[in-house]
Structures are given as structure tokens and as C-alpha cells.
T-cell receptor, first 112, second 120 residues
Framework: TQLLEQSPQFLSIQEGENLTVYCNSSSVFSSLQWYRQEPGEGPVLLVTVVTGGEVKKLKRLTFQFGDARKDSSLHITAAQPGDTGLYLCAGAANFGNEKLTFGTGTRLTIIP | EAGVVQSPRYKIIEKKQPVAFWCNPISGHNTLYWYRQNLGQGPELLIRYENEEAVDDSQLPKDRFSAERLKGVDSTLKIQPAELGDSAVYLC??????????????????FGPGTRLTVT
């Protein structure tokens, strides 16, 4: 069974600060995705990374896939209240298998 | 374009009662997923359909859960009888899986808002 552990589980910071969320596994993934989920809604896809060492930027969000494709990080610069939500990483084991294994989640709260 | 539609949004039932959830995926998406999400945790896959075929139901508790996707579009997930531990959010997601080759879009799942089930 592939497991994705996210850390921290909870994070509460002031508006304007920077933060990093981690997603770690002992398994190799062919691709990894990050989602953000707001209360009462389903997860919304933010990014997909597929190549070891890949870095993708989405405005103030920077996503990195580990060289060995076992881990990933999400860095947010100058956090804003709109960034508040549950951040989930999800990995796909093999190309051709759409089954995603979701991480344990990081609940982020940005204090105005 | 409409997203994934789920109904009802909320359901409260007593234990041992049956309950059903409905999902309408994004038009053109041939793959449909049902997930269960417990409070503060990530979603866990219950069943995945490619068109009308259930290709992965290994995580579905078959003694009380059933699902169908007639005609390969809408899907229904049923629990009978419900237990207290079934209280959770049930999410439906869809994606497009190309027949010729797997592409990045095969992994891009679009989720509905979910049905929050409370069993008392």
C-alpha cells in the first residue's frame, strides 16, 4: 500500500508570511498532483508534476517534485487569506493507472 | 461548462437505513470515481468506472455498498444498511482517459462538491 504523509498537518500563519508544505512517501510515483479543498467543496486541482526534479510555479505557489519522485513540496510566498484551505497531494503509481493515492492533508489558515 | 454535479448535498439518516448518492460527471468524461473523505483526511477511492465498467472496486465494502453506472454517464452509489461509521463526505470525480494512449489529462480529476452523510 502506497502512503503519502503530509507535514505539517495544521499550519496557521500571518498574512504576508511564507510557508512550505511537504508530501513524502517511500514509494515512487509516476506523477504527483496538488489539490486545494475549501469547506463544503470538492478538491480543486492546482498542478501536476511528472518529472523528477521538476519545478512548477503558479503565481505565488511553487511546486517541486523530488528527484527520486518520492516526495514533493508546495511553497507559498506572501500568503494571503484566500490561500486558506486543505492542501492535498495525490500520487499516481503508474502511467496507465489513474488510481490516485491521496495524502493525509495540510490544513492551512492565513490570519489577516 | 458545467462541472461535476452531485446530489443531495447533505443527508442525515438513522443507522440501518438505506441511502443513495447521485453523480453526473463532466460531459465527455469517460472515467468516474467515487471517493469517501473522513473529516480532516484525504479522499479514499471506493470505486472507479471506465465507461460503464467498474475497473477498480477493491476498496468498496461490498457487503453494504453498491454502485452502478448505467449507460456510462450518471452514477449512483448506495449504502444499505448504513452504519454510524459511514458518516463522511462522499465525493464523485470524473476525468477523460484517452483510448489510444495515456496522457497527463488522464490524471486530472475534477471533483464535485460532495454529499455530506451523517448517520445517527
Amino acid at each position: 500500500t502506497q502512503l503519502l504523509e503530509q507535514s505539517p498537518q495544521f499550519l496557521s500563519i500571518q498574512e504576508g508570511e511564507n510557508l512550505t508544505v511537504y508530501c513524502n512517501s517511500s514509494s515512487v510515483f509516476s506523477s504527483l498532483q496538488w489539490y486545494r479543498q475549501e469547506p463544503g467543496e470538492g478538491p480543486v486541482l492546482l498542478v501536476t508534476v511528472v518529472t523528477g526534479g521538476e519545478v512548477k510555479k503558479l503565481k505565488r505557489l511553487t511546486f517541486q517534485f523530488g528527484d527520486a519522485r518520492k516526495d514533493s513540496s508546495l511553497h507559498i510566498t506572501a500568503a494571503q487569506p484566500g490561500d486558506t484551505g486543505l492542501y492535498l497531494c495525490a500520487g499516481a503509481a503508474n502511467f496507465g493507472n489513474e488510481k490516485l493515492t491521496f495524502g493525509t492533508g495540510t490544513r492551512l489558515t492565513i490570519i489577516p | 461548462e458545467a462541472g461535476v454535479v452531485q446530489s443531495p448535498r447533505y443527508k442525515i439518516i438513522e443507522k440501518k437505513q438505506p441511502v443513495a448518492f447521485w453523480c453526473n460527471p463532466i460531459s465527455g468524461h469517460n472515467t468516474l470515481y467515487w471517493y469517501r473523505q473522513n473529516l480532516g483526511q484525504g479522499p479514499e477511492l471506493l470505486i472507479r468506472y471506465e465507461n460503464e465498467e467498474a475497473v477498480d472496486d477493491s476498496q468498496l465494502p461490498k457487503d453494504r455498498f453498491s454502485a452502478e453506472r448505467l449507460k456510462g454517464v450518471d452514477s449512483t452509489l448506495k449504502i444499505q444498511p448504513a452504519e454510524l461509521g459511514d458518516s463522511a463526505v462522499y465525493l464523485c470525480a470524473s476525468s477523460y482517459t484517452g483510448l489510444a494512449e495515456y496522457t497527463l489529462s488522464s490524471y486530472e480529476q475534477y471533483f464535485g462538491p460532495g454529499t455530506r452523510l451523517t448517520v445517527t
